[in-house]
């Protein structure tokens, strides 16, 4: 368990095996957020956006047909060349 103090202006300082443990390093933000059993959770708000694109864009590469990384040369070639 490790603990943190707020400060008077409602700041806390992250204890550095939590800070190890989410990969936060100096001007990173954390985010918040309430589970529905009311506990809440801190995260790495930078993983958790990368968590959430990537699930966006789940199956996106296939419905492509990008499977390694020649076909992402090829995509990107096309792109930036207009080539087939």
Known sequence: MNLAKISANGQITV????RRLLGLKSGDKI???QKPDGEVVINNASAQALYK????FEGVAEQLGVY???????LVDEVRYGKE
Request: glycine share 0%; aromatic share 12%.
């Open 53 to 56: 694109a990537q699930k966006a």
């Open 68 to 74: 390694n990384d020649d076909d992402v040369q090829s």
């Open 15 to 18: 204890p550095a095996e939590i």
């Open 31 to 33: 985010l918040f957020y």
